[in-house]
């Protein structure tokens, strides 16, 4: 099982209150990341643990996934 206090985040946490999950080690996740960023650019963007933000954003991920 997975120690969500260890998982890290991209969030957008006043505007869009939504998230992409950090993964160093995959170059697609990166790709992820940039385009996430670049999407809320001026907005309150922050690297956080997971478990601060679950419960009132969304993971966007899969939306991203389908704009790469």
């Known amino acids: 099982?997975?120690?969500?206090?260890f998982v890290r985040v991209r969030a957008c946490i006043?505007?869009?209150k939504e998230y992409v999950i950090i993964n160093?080690?995959?170059p697609n996740n990166q790709k992820l990341i940039k385009l996430f960023e670049g999407k809320h650019?001026?907005?309150a963007?922050?690297?956080v643990a997971l478990s601060e933000v679950k419960d009132y954003c969304?993971?966007?991920?899969?939306?991203?996934k389908?704009?790469?």
């Open 14 to 16: 006043l505007r869009c």
């Open 66 to 68: 389908e704009e790469i």
């Open 24 to 26: 160093p080690n995959d």
């Open 58 to 64: 969304k993971n966007v991920e899969k939306q991203l």
């Open 1 to 5: 099982m997975i120690d969500m206090s």
């Open 45 to 47: 963007i922050v690297s």
């Open 41 to 43: 650019r001026g907005h």
